[in-house]
């Protein structure tokens, strides 16, 4: 629905240097099925620090302490 409203995905596709997957993993499976051949996608080089990040972020929406 996002996509279809705004033209762009919400999630982003975030990979580390090996181009393994960190994030955005409904962005790539929408891309797949809808035939999108190209989205954008941003590199992290630490991709320890990425996670402990988006686990701090979660943890702060949820209020799990």
Not at 13 to 39: F, M, P, Q
């Amino acid at each position: 629905d996002y996509w279809n409203k705004n033209g762009t995905f919400e999630s982003k596709v975030i990979l580390d240097n090996h181009y393994n997957l960190l994030d955005g993993y409904t962005t790539v499976y929408i891309t797949e099925k809808t035939g999108i051949e190209k989205i954008p996608a941003y590199f992290v080089k630490d991709p320890d620090a990425y996670k402990a990040q988006k686990e701090q972020e979660y943890r702060a929406k949820k209020n799990i302490h």
